[in-house]
């Protein structure tokens, strides 16, 4: 809906994120109310504060210019596809492939390793595999590495016993991989969502809160000491109570210095990590300025 679209954009803008648009089900949409939404979708990227240029990709011409305008965030690419009939699928599936990375994953592989946890799944005969995006450094099998934090801030050594990319196994991985490891040394009920893995020499410490920088983009009343939305940072998802303020309340669009005080465990978060909170209606973002500890 255009509802959910001005929620994402507002966010990608606050984020600084380039984004694109993908207008589904065209081959449902009577043709005016296809247009209606199109018109509607090229009036809020002209809006002013947020001056985007609307692009419709109609051939694969215009892919190729739409990729290499998207490192500059100005440029909003507009695909209009149909999943039925396939129209548009091939423009888009090209246009991924053409775009190029926003992150210099080789820059990372000289880091020591880690990785936060976003899925975990109990195989049969192979026992505890998670999963998730490799933020830098590399890995190879048969490695020593820490997992945590546990519910009470520890950490724990575990023993990757393999590693799969794309389902297919492989004897190392690096920064930017998606990448699924079983281990030894924990039990699949212990760990979560949002823990991390990581190379011994980075000793990772675990937080029990945070000092932040944040801007509220939506809040249909005031936010005062005492509030607790769900943080979102990397894969961790997690209540994290406001228990400093230097304003007395914020509204829509406010900024300020907060503290935030995790409510149910410790989490690893690092300085300069962006993060995104919200609670019912309400929406904001942030950036960790220090830890607690």
């Keep these: ?91 888009i599936k090209e246009f991924l492939e053409l775009i190029p990375p926003r992150i210099k994953w080789v820059e990372r592989d000289n880091y020591p390793f880690m990785a936060y946890i976003d899925e975990k799944f109990n195989v049969t005969g192979v026992g505890l595999v998670v999963s998730g995006l490799v933020e830098q450094g590399k890995v190879k099998s048969e490695t020593l590495l820490e997992i945590g934090p546990f519910a009470d801030g520890s950490f724990r050594k575990v023993r990757v016993k393999s590693i799969q990319t794309n389902r297919v196994f492989a004897s190392e991985v690096c920064a930017g991989s998606d990448a699924a490891f079983a281990l030894t040394g924990v039990d699949y009920a212990e760990v979560r969502k949002g823990m991390i893995l990581a190379d011994p020499s980075l000793s990772p410490k675990a937080s029990k809160g945070f000092i932040a920088r944040i ?79």
């Design 215 to 293: 801007r509220v983009l939506h809040h249909p009343t005031t936010i005062r000491v005492g509030y607790t939305p769900v943080v979102h940072i990397h894969t961790i998802r997690q209540a994290a109570r406001i228990t400093k303020m230097s304003k007395e309340a914020l509204r829509s669009g406010d900024v300020d210095q907060v503290e935030m005080i995790f409510t149910q465990r410790p989490e690893f978060v690092k300085v300069g990590d962006t993060f995104i909170f919200r609670e019912g209606r309400a929406r904001g973002l942030g950036m960790v300025l220090s830890l607690i500890q």
């Design 1 to 91: 809906t255009v509802g959910t679209f001005k929620e994402h954009l507002g966010i990608a803008l606050a984020l600084n994120l380039p984004v694109f648009c993908v207008v589904t089900k065209i081959d449902l949409s009577p043709a005016e109310i296809t247009q209606r939404t199109l018109a509607e979708v090229e009036r809020y990227l002209k809006l002013p504060g947020v001056s985007k240029i609307p692009f419709l990709v109609k051939t694969k011409g215009d892919v190729v210019i739409a990729a290499k305008n998207m490192p500059y965030a100005r440029v909003v690419p507009i695909f209009m596809v149909s999943n039925v009939d396939g129209r548009g699928i091939d423009l």
